[in-house]
C-alpha cells in the first residue's frame, strides 16, 4: 500500500475519533515511525505530508538523518542508552523515553538548547516495559528542575499488547490523570501539555482519551520495505 494511501485512511479514522469525543484533529500530532523501513519508504511518508519522522535506535534515526536532514521532524522514541546521547542530541526536537535521572543530566550536559522531553511511564506495570512507575512521576518531575535545558514537554507510554478496549482505555486514562496531576503543580519546566500514546493497533482509543501525539508504524508506512534503495 502506498503511504498517501494507508494516511488518508488513517486520518478518516482520527477524525472519527475526534468527533466521537468532542476533539479537534489540529490538535493531534501523527508521528510516522520509520524503523522498519527504508529512508526511500521515509521520504514517501514526507511527500504524503507527513511531518514527524520517529525512529527507536540512534543506528535508524542517524541513516535516515544523514538523507534527509531537518527536513521533518525529528522524533527518538525508543530507549535510550545514555552513551548514545551525544549521537542524536542535536538531530531530535523531541525525546519520547525519558525514564532516569541519569539520562536526563546527560541530555543536559550534552546541549545548549532546551529538548522537548516526554517522560516514559509504565502504566500497565509490565516488567517488559521500559518507564517509571506512576507512582514515582511526581517525584522524578519534581527533581528534573535541577536540568535546565530538558523542558517536560508531556508523559508517554505504551499500552500492554493486547486488543482488550478496556484494558487500552485504563491505560491511557491513566496516563491522562497523570498529566492532569503534574500540570496542577505549574511547573515552567514541565508544562506537559503532549501526551504520547497510540501505536497502529491502539490510537483510535488513545486519541478518544486525549492522545496528542500517536506513533504510527505498521498501520502507516508498512513493516517491511518492498522498494528498492534505501
Ligand atoms: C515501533 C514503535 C511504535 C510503532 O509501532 P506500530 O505498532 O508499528 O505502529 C510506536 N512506539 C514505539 C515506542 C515503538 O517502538
Known sequence: MKVVENLKEIQLKIKEACEKSGRNMEDIKIIAVTKYVSTSRAIEALNAGIVHLGENRDEGLLEKWEKLKDKPIWHFIGSLQTRKVKNIIDKVEYIHSLDRLSLAEEINKRTEKQVKCLVQVNVSGEETKQGIQPDEVNEFIS??????NIRVCGLMTMAPFTSDEKILRSCFRKLKDLQAEIQSLNLDYAPCNELSMGMSNDYRIAIEEGATMVRIG?????????????
Do not use: C, F, R
Open 218 to 230: 505498521t498501520a502507516l508506512v508498512g513493516e517491511e520495505d518492498l522498494g528498492i534503495g534505501g
Open 143 to 148: 527533581q528534573l528542575i535541577e536540568y535546565p
